[in-house]
Protein backbone atom coordinates (compact mmCIF):
# COMPACT_ATOMS: atom_id res chain seq x y z
CA UNK A 1 0.00 0.00 0.00
CA UNK A 2 1.23 3.52 -0.72
CA UNK A 3 2.47 5.42 1.80
CA UNK A 4 0.85 9.03 1.24
CA UNK A 5 -2.92 8.94 1.80
CA UNK A 6 -1.65 9.78 5.05
CA UNK A 7 -1.48 13.07 4.19
CA UNK A 8 -5.30 12.75 2.68
CA UNK A 9 -6.39 11.21 5.83
CA UNK A 10 -4.06 12.75 8.78
CA UNK A 11 -5.90 14.49 11.88
CA UNK A 12 -3.30 17.05 11.24
CA UNK A 13 -3.19 17.99 7.34
CA UNK A 14 -2.05 21.51 7.60
CA UNK A 15 1.31 20.17 9.41
CA UNK A 16 1.75 18.13 7.26
CA UNK A 17 1.34 19.90 3.98
CA UNK A 18 4.20 21.72 5.64
CA UNK A 19 6.30 18.60 5.53
CA UNK A 20 5.79 18.30 2.15
CA UNK A 21 6.35 21.73 1.19
CA UNK A 22 9.59 21.24 2.63
CA UNK A 23 10.88 18.54 1.19
CA UNK A 24 9.71 20.08 -2.20
CA UNK A 25 11.70 23.03 -1.57
CA UNK A 26 15.04 20.88 -1.43
CA UNK A 27 14.07 19.13 -4.45
CA UNK A 28 13.43 22.32 -6.08
CA UNK A 29 16.64 23.90 -5.07
CA UNK A 30 18.92 20.46 -6.12
CA UNK A 31 16.80 20.86 -9.42
CA UNK A 32 18.62 24.52 -9.66
CA UNK A 33 21.71 23.87 -8.14
CA UNK A 34 22.35 20.38 -10.71
CA UNK A 35 21.01 22.04 -14.24
CA UNK A 36 23.37 25.05 -13.63
CA UNK A 37 26.57 23.52 -13.03
CA UNK A 38 26.22 21.03 -15.77
CA UNK A 39 25.29 23.86 -17.74
CA UNK A 40 28.55 26.10 -16.99
CA UNK A 41 30.51 22.82 -16.91
CA UNK A 42 29.39 22.08 -20.93
CA UNK A 43 29.34 25.51 -22.13
CA UNK A 44 33.11 25.97 -20.81
CA UNK A 45 31.78 29.23 -18.37
CA UNK A 46 33.66 30.10 -15.64
CA UNK A 47 32.74 27.94 -12.57
CA UNK A 48 33.59 30.82 -9.99
CA UNK A 49 30.97 32.59 -11.79
CA UNK A 50 28.10 30.23 -9.67
CA UNK A 51 30.18 29.13 -6.88
CA UNK A 52 28.60 31.54 -4.10
CA UNK A 53 25.21 30.73 -5.53
CA UNK A 54 25.78 27.26 -5.59
CA UNK A 55 27.45 26.31 -2.21
CA UNK A 56 24.57 29.27 -0.70
CA UNK A 57 21.88 26.62 -1.94
CA UNK A 58 23.27 23.93 -0.56
CA UNK A 59 23.73 25.10 2.74
CA UNK A 60 19.85 26.09 2.48
CA UNK A 61 19.31 22.15 1.47
CA UNK A 62 21.47 20.88 4.84
CA UNK A 63 19.28 23.43 6.71
CA UNK A 64 15.76 22.21 5.49
CA UNK A 65 16.91 19.00 6.00
CA UNK A 66 17.78 19.65 9.54
CA UNK A 67 14.98 21.67 9.94
CA UNK A 68 12.23 18.90 8.33
CA UNK A 69 14.72 16.18 11.10
CA UNK A 70 13.46 18.33 14.38
CA UNK A 71 9.80 18.63 12.41
CA UNK A 72 8.86 15.15 12.34
CA UNK A 73 10.06 13.99 15.54
CA UNK A 74 7.96 16.66 17.19
CA UNK A 75 5.00 15.42 14.31
CA UNK A 76 5.72 12.11 15.95
CA UNK A 77 5.60 12.73 19.49
CA UNK A 78 2.13 14.56 18.85
CA UNK A 79 0.19 12.30 16.46
CA UNK A 80 1.80 8.87 17.72
CA UNK A 81 2.69 6.02 15.78
CA UNK A 82 -0.43 6.53 13.53
CA UNK A 83 2.06 8.93 11.66
CA UNK A 84 4.88 6.63 11.87
CA UNK A 85 5.18 5.34 8.15
CA UNK A 86 4.83 9.27 7.11
CA UNK A 87 7.59 9.98 9.40
CA UNK A 88 9.78 7.22 7.81
CA UNK A 89 9.25 8.07 4.25
CA UNK A 90 9.76 11.93 4.71
CA UNK A 91 12.63 11.10 6.44
CA UNK A 92 14.10 8.94 3.95
CA UNK A 93 13.27 10.78 0.85
CA UNK A 94 14.83 14.01 2.53
CA UNK A 95 18.19 12.21 2.57
CA UNK A 96 17.58 11.68 -1.14
CA UNK A 97 16.82 15.32 -1.91
CA UNK A 98 20.36 16.34 0.18
CA UNK A 99 21.98 14.04 -1.95
CA UNK A 100 21.24 15.75 -5.19
CA UNK A 101 23.13 19.25 -4.19
CA UNK A 102 25.90 16.92 -3.35
CA UNK A 103 26.29 16.08 -6.96
CA UNK A 104 26.09 19.75 -8.08
CA UNK A 105 28.93 20.30 -6.32
CA UNK A 106 30.87 17.31 -7.49
CA UNK A 107 29.60 18.53 -11.41
CA UNK A 108 31.10 22.21 -10.17
CA UNK A 109 34.46 21.09 -9.22
CA UNK A 110 35.06 19.00 -12.20
CA UNK A 111 34.49 22.51 -14.35
CA UNK A 112 37.64 23.26 -14.12
CA UNK A 113 38.52 19.99 -15.87
CA UNK A 114 36.48 21.36 -18.91
CA UNK A 115 39.30 20.92 -21.39
CA UNK A 116 39.12 17.04 -20.79
CA UNK A 117 35.92 17.23 -22.62
CA UNK A 118 35.55 17.06 -26.37
CA UNK A 119 32.87 18.68 -27.77
CA UNK A 120 30.83 16.23 -28.70
CA UNK A 121 31.09 14.31 -25.15
CA UNK A 122 30.23 17.73 -23.43
CA UNK A 123 27.13 17.84 -26.01
CA UNK A 124 26.09 14.41 -24.39
CA UNK A 125 26.84 15.34 -20.73
CA UNK A 126 24.56 18.52 -21.66
CA UNK A 127 21.74 16.10 -23.26
CA UNK A 128 21.88 13.69 -20.38
CA UNK A 129 22.40 15.91 -17.32
CA UNK A 130 19.40 18.09 -18.71
CA UNK A 131 17.29 15.04 -19.13
CA UNK A 132 18.29 14.18 -15.31
CA UNK A 133 17.63 17.60 -14.50
CA UNK A 134 13.88 17.20 -16.29
CA UNK A 135 13.00 14.53 -14.71
CA UNK A 136 13.62 15.32 -11.13
CA UNK A 137 11.83 18.43 -11.73
CA UNK A 138 8.82 16.10 -13.01
CA UNK A 139 9.02 13.66 -10.05
CA UNK A 140 8.53 16.80 -7.83
CA UNK A 141 5.30 17.21 -9.41
CA UNK A 142 4.72 13.77 -9.27
CA UNK A 143 5.00 13.57 -5.16
CA UNK A 144 3.09 16.72 -5.06
CA UNK A 145 0.49 15.82 -6.98
CA UNK A 146 0.39 12.31 -5.48
CA UNK A 147 -0.12 11.25 -9.22
CA UNK A 148 -0.02 7.20 -8.79
CA UNK A 149 -0.54 6.12 -12.66
CA UNK A 150 1.79 9.06 -13.80
CA UNK A 151 4.47 7.61 -10.90
CA UNK A 152 4.86 4.22 -12.33
CA UNK A 153 5.24 5.16 -15.66
CA UNK A 154 7.89 7.40 -14.60
CA UNK A 155 9.80 4.85 -12.74
CA UNK A 156 10.00 3.07 -15.65
CA UNK A 157 10.93 5.81 -17.64
CA UNK A 158 13.76 6.51 -15.07
CA UNK A 159 15.02 3.14 -14.94
CA UNK A 160 15.82 3.49 -18.58
CA UNK A 161 17.09 6.89 -18.25
CA UNK A 162 19.66 4.89 -16.14
CA UNK A 163 20.52 2.06 -18.42
CA UNK A 164 21.11 4.91 -21.14
CA UNK A 165 24.01 6.62 -18.48
CA UNK A 166 25.45 3.24 -17.98
CA UNK A 167 25.73 2.08 -21.44
CA UNK A 168 27.67 5.14 -22.45
CA UNK A 169 29.84 5.14 -19.97
CA UNK A 170 30.56 1.52 -20.46
CA UNK A 171 31.08 2.96 -24.11
CA UNK A 172 33.43 5.36 -22.93
CA UNK A 173 35.38 2.97 -20.64
CA UNK A 174 35.96 0.69 -23.53
CA UNK A 175 37.44 3.23 -25.49
CA UNK A 176 40.72 2.99 -24.89
CA UNK A 177 42.05 6.05 -27.25
CA UNK A 178 40.64 8.96 -25.05
CA UNK A 179 40.40 9.78 -21.41
CA UNK A 180 36.90 10.17 -20.39
CA UNK A 181 36.93 10.20 -16.83
CA UNK A 182 35.39 13.64 -16.72
CA UNK A 183 32.56 12.54 -18.49
CA UNK A 184 31.89 9.73 -17.34
CA UNK A 185 31.68 11.15 -13.60
CA UNK A 186 29.03 13.83 -14.93
CA UNK A 187 27.25 10.91 -16.48
CA UNK A 188 27.66 8.78 -13.39
CA UNK A 189 26.58 12.15 -11.16
CA UNK A 190 23.18 12.48 -13.73
CA UNK A 191 22.29 8.80 -13.61
CA UNK A 192 22.22 9.19 -9.78
CA UNK A 193 20.26 12.39 -9.69
CA UNK A 194 17.45 10.32 -11.42
CA UNK A 195 18.17 7.68 -9.28
CA UNK A 196 17.01 9.92 -6.05
CA UNK A 197 14.28 10.99 -8.18
CA UNK A 198 12.51 7.49 -8.68
CA UNK A 199 12.97 7.03 -5.00
CA UNK A 200 10.72 10.15 -3.98
CA UNK A 201 8.40 9.26 -7.11
CA UNK A 202 8.30 5.55 -5.57
CA UNK A 203 6.94 6.80 -2.16
CA UNK A 204 3.50 8.13 -4.16
CA UNK A 205 2.69 4.28 -5.63
CA UNK A 206 5.20 2.08 -3.48
CA UNK A 207 4.91 0.77 0.44
CA UNK A 208 7.57 1.33 2.55
CA UNK A 209 9.75 -1.53 2.39
CA UNK A 210 10.08 -0.91 -1.64
CA UNK A 211 11.45 2.56 -1.18
CA UNK A 212 14.97 2.83 -2.95
CA UNK A 213 13.90 -1.08 -4.39
CA UNK A 214 11.46 -0.12 -6.43
CA UNK A 215 11.19 -2.18 -10.04
CA UNK A 216 14.26 -1.62 -11.83
CA UNK A 217 15.94 0.68 -9.26
CA UNK A 218 18.79 -1.90 -8.78
CA UNK A 219 18.51 -1.32 -4.93
CA UNK A 220 21.75 -0.99 -3.53
CA UNK A 221 23.38 1.13 -6.24
CA UNK A 222 26.16 3.03 -4.60
CA UNK A 223 26.09 6.84 -4.37
Not at 46 to 56: A, N
Not at 64 to 70: A, C, S
Not at 110 to 133: C, N
Request: hydrophobic residues 40%; charged residues 30%; proline residues 3%.
Amino acid sequence: MPIFPWFQSAKDSDGESRLQARLLDMLADGQRMFGSTISILTSGGDPESIRETIYETDRRINEDEQLLRRELVVHGVAHGTSSLPMLLVLMSLAKDAERIGDYAKNVLDLARHRGRLTDQDAATVALLGGEASDLLQRGATLFRDQDEDGARAFLEEEAAFRRRCDERIEEWIEDEASNRAVACLCVRYAKRVAGHAGNVVSSVCMPLDKLDFHPGSGGGDED
